[in-house]
């Protein structure tokens, strides 16, 4: 993979050390805002930049401002066995929550071979493929998904129903990398229509719908269309079942049923920011999280020199004419961490303009490489 990235890099160091200090400023301890901080970095770490430092001033302190996101993060443990937590966010945030539920899931994987959790009264929880990798690094497995606030129609309709609803996996290898699925279960994820509108893009046709069922491209328009309900986004397959949209559909109704259902959380039309006075609320997300610990099956050595193998023989097998290369999932994620790790986070300028008013927000001593 080469390198034509036009946008400016800033290190790691400096973006880390930069939104450390303004997660505290915004109210979080040092060891929270350590925690969300990785999470949004290593979005972009792997190129997805749809969940990345951009959701950074938007998604999590300008809510923090707007009293609908609690800072400190009041994590509960509602409910336990040797082998599954429940876990309450109380509307703190979800990155937090998320890390320290999977902490717990992953010991007791290691002692009882599998493991399970659910969470509720949560918030957006960061780059999904997070989480499982978590499990990975540890020679584990890792699942997990989350609901969303409606922007999915089901197949047949023009109403969102249900999030994007990412059903992610990371698994453990023989190789540098592992194995890891990580994406939404509809066509576009909305932090992907908020990176085209950030950029001033249009989002390609065929993705979104109108109340008419017509497709619709204009970025900023379908992000407000998605929050009054006049526009859908079509499920993982597309619209209608010729092309498998059904498909997308279905799994997007199994990841709200778990997201949901075992943990008794919020649902559907339930997931919204909009109060009924009219004004804003906390977003009252659900997730689960698996954990499977490959030792207590055939062996951690046994699952990764398997997958790996799976892997390689998939990359080997015949190119269609014109293609240079076959890919696996979380291999272009590993070729975008070797051209970023030394350079840094590339950063549009919509980016650029929320870190100085941030900056200048909390009276933080920074100056960044792109004001010169």
């Given at each position: 993979?080469?390198?034509?990235?036009?946008?400016?890099?800033?290190?790691?160091?400096?973006?880390?050390?930069?939104?450390?200090?303004?997660?505290?400023?915004?109210?979080?301890?040092?060891?929270?805002?350590?925690?969300?901080?990785?999470?949004?970095?290593?979005?972009?770490?792997?190129?997805?930049?749809?969940?990345?430092?951009?959701?950074?001033?938007?998604?999590?302190?300008?809510?923090?401002?707007?009293?609908?996101?609690?800072?400190?993060?009041?994590?509960?443990?509602?409910?336990?066995?040797?082998?599954?937590?429940?876990?309450?966010?109380?509307?703190?945030?979800g990155?937090?929550?998320?890390?320290?539920?999977?902490?717990?899931?992953?010991?007791?994987?290691?002692?009882?071979?599998?493991?399970?959790?659910?969470?509720?009264?949560?918030?957006?929880?960061?780059?999904?493929?997070?989480?499982?990798?978590?499990?990975?690094?540890?020679?584990?497995l890792?699942?997990?998904?989350?609901?969303?606030?409606?922007?999915?129609?089901?197949?047949?309709?023009?109403?969102?129903?249900?999030?994007?609803?990412?059903?992610?996996?990371?698994?453990?290898?023989?190789?540098?990398?592992?194995?890891?699925?990580?994406?939404?279960?509809?066509?576009?994820?909305?932090?992907?229509?908020?990176?085209y509108a950030?950029?001033?893009k249009?989002?390609?046709?065929?993705?979104?719908?109108?109340?008419?069922?017509?497709?619709?491209?204009?970025?900023?328009?379908?992000?407000?269309?998605?929050?009054?309900?006049?526009?859908?986004?079509?499920?993982?397959?597309?619209?209608?079942?010729?092309?498998?949209?059904?498909?997308?559909?279905?799994?997007?109704a199994?990841?709200?049923?778990?997201?949901?259902?075992?943990?008794?959380?919020?649902?559907?039309?339930?997931?919204?920011?909009?109060?009924?006075?009219?004004?804003?609320?906390?977003?009252?997300?659900?997730h689960?999280?698996?954990?499977?610990?490959?030792?207590?099956?055939?062996?951690?050595?046994?699952?990764?020199?398997?997958?790996?193998?799976?892997?390689?023989?998939?990359?080997?097998?015949?190119?269609?004419?014109?293609?240079?290369?076959?890919?696996?999932?979380?291999?272009?994620?590993?070729?975008?961490?070797?051209?970023?790790?030394?350079?840094?986070?590339?950063?549009?300028?919509?980016?650029?303009?929320?870190?100085?008013?941030?900056?200048?927000?909390?009276?933080?001593?920074?100056?960044?490489?792109?004001?010169?």
């Amino acid at each position: 993979m080469t390198d034509k990235e036009t946008r400016p890099y800033i290190s790691w160091e400096l973006v880390g050390n930069f939104m450390v200090d303004a997660f505290q400023a915004a109210g979080l301890p040092k060891e929270d805002a350590e925690i969300c901080a990785d999470v949004l970095m290593e979005s972009d770490r792997r190129g997805i930049e749809s969940h990345g430092v951009n959701r950074f001033k938007p998604i999590y302190l300008d809510r923090i401002n707007a009293g609908i996101l609690n800072p400190v993060t009041n994590y509960e443990i509602v409910k336990e066995t040797p082998t599954t937590i429940v876990g309450d966010a109380h509307d703190g945030m979800g990155m937090v929550a998320s890390y320290k539920m999977m902490t717990s899931l992953i010991e007791k994987a290691k002692i009882y071979g599998i493991s399970m959790g659910a969470m509720r009264n949560s918030s957006h929880y960061g780059i999904a493929g997070y989480w499982p990798m978590m499990a990975s690094k540890e020679g584990l497995l890792g699942i997990t998904g989350t609901n969303a606030r409606p922007s999915i129609a089901p197949t047949f309709g023009v109403e969102n129903m249900m999030g994007t609803n990412p059903l992610t996996f990371a698994f453990p290898t023989d190789e540098d990398f592992p194995f890891v699925l990580d994406c939404a279960t509809s066509t576009v994820q909305r932090g992907k229509i908020e990176f085209y509108a950030r950029e001033g893009k249009p989002t390609p046709a065929g993705m979104v719908i109108n109340q008419q069922g017509e497709t619709m491209t204009d970025s900023a328009k379908i992000l407000d269309e998605l929050v009054k309900g006049t526009a859908a986004l079509a499920p993982l397959g597309g619209v209608g079942e010729e092309m498998g949209g059904y498909k997308g559909y279905g799994y997007a109704a199994v990841v709200e049923i778990l997201s949901a259902a075992l943990s008794d959380s919020c649902f559907m039309k339930d997931i919204t920011s909009k109060a009924p006075d009219g004004g804003k609320q906390p977003i009252h997300l659900g997730h689960f999280f698996i954990v499977i610990n490959p030792d207590f099956f055939m062996g951690g050595d046994v699952f990764r020199k398997k997958c790996g193998d799976i892997c390689r023989e998939l990359r080997a097998s015949k190119k269609a004419p014109g293609e240079e290369r076959i890919y696996t999932a979380g291999e272009k994620e590993w070729d975008v961490w070797k051209i970023r790790k030394d350079k840094g986070v590339p950063m549009g300028e919509g980016v650029q303009k929320d870190f100085i008013t941030v900056r200048d927000m909390y009276n933080l001593p920074y100056t960044f490489p792109f004001e010169k």
